[in-house]
C-alpha cells in the first residue's frame, strides 16, 4: 500500500510509467494497481509497465545480499571502455534475463575498437539503411540488440571496402551518440 500511496502523492494518478524489475511484476506492481483500484475507484495506478530481466552473475541473479554485483564504477577502475559497457549492455534486450560474463564484456570491448576504425575513415557504407534500422529497432519496444546488429552490419561492409559515401562516418556517429548513447 505504501508504493501506492507514495505514487499517487508524487506522481498523481495514472502516471505514464511504472517501471522495475521483472521480479516486481507480481506481487507488487499488481498489488499496488489493485490498491489504487480500490482506494480510488475508477482510477489507473499507471498507463504503462515496463520491467527488465533479471542479470545473473556466476549462475545467480545479481543481488546484493548474495554480493555478487558487479560495479560500472569498478570496471571503470579497472579501465575497461566505457563504450564497451555500454555496447555489453545494449547487446541485450531489456526485457530478457541474462548473464553476465566477462568474455562478452571483452567481445563487445573489441566490437566498440573495431566500430572505431570503422568510424575514422574518410568514407563509408551509405548510412541511410543503418540509420532506418536503428531506429526501426528501438521503437520496436527498444530492440537495442537488433539496433547492435544493424551498426555491426554496417561497420563489416565500411571495412570490407565500401567508403563510397564521404559523410557516413559522420552520419553513424551522430546516430550513436543520439539514438544509443554511444560517444565513439
Known amino acids: 500500500m505504501e508504493c501506492a500511496a507514495i505514487a499517487q502523492e508524487h506522481l498523481g494518478l495514472g502516471?505514464?510509467?511504472?517501471?522495475?524489475g521483472s521480479d516486481l511484476v507480481f506481487p507488487h506492481h499488481e498489488m499496488s494497481a489493485g490498491e489504487v483500484?480500490?482506494?480510488?475507484?475508477?482510477?489507473?495506478?499507471?498507463?504503462?509497465y515496463a520491467h527488465?530481466?533479471?542479470?545473473?552473475?556466476d549462475g545467480?541473479?545479481?543481488s546484493k545480499s548474495l554480493g555478487n554485483l558487479v560495479f560500472?564504477?569498478?570496471?571503470?577502475?579497472?579501465?575497461?571502455?566505457?563504450?564497451?559497457?555500454?555496447?555489453?549492455?545494449?547487446?541485450?534486450?531489456y526485457r530478457d534475463d541474462w548473464e553476465?560474463?566477462?568474455?562478452?564484456?571483452?567481445?563487445?570491448?573489441?566490437q566498440a575498437d573495431r566500430w572505431r576504425l570503422a568510424l575514422s575513415g574518410a568514407g563509408g557504407a551509405a548510412a541511410g539503411a543503418v540509420v532506418t534500422e536503428v531506429l526501426e529497432a528501438l521503437a520496436d519496444d527498444l530492440d537495442a540488440p537488433r539496433a547492435v546488429a544493424a551498426v555491426d552490419?554496417?561497420?563489416?561492409?565500411?571495412?570490407?571496402?565500401?567508403?563510397s559515401d564521404p559523410s557516413a562516418p559522420a552520419d553513424v556517429r551522430r546516430?550513436?551518440?543520439?539514438?544509443l548513447g554511444l560517444a565513439l
Open 15 to 20: 502516471f505514464d510509467v511504472q517501471g522495475g
Open 37 to 48: 483500484q480500490v482506494a480510488w475507484p475508477g482510477s489507473e495506478f499507471a498507463q504503462a
Open 52 to 57: 527488465a530481466g533479471m542479470v545473473a552473475y
Open 60 to 62: 545467480e541473479k545479481m
Open 72 to 93: 560500472v564504477s569498478a570496471l571503470r577502475l579497472s579501465e575497461v571502455d566505457p563504450m564497451g559497457i555500454r555496447l555489453a549492455l545494449l547487446r541485450h534486450h
Open 100 to 110: 553476465w560474463l566477462d568474455q562478452e564484456l571483452w567481445a563487445a570491448v573489441d
Open 153 to 163: 552490419a554496417w561497420v563489416e561492409t565500411t571495412l570490407a571496402g565500401d567508403t
Open 175 to 179: 546516430l550513436l551518440d543520439a539514438a
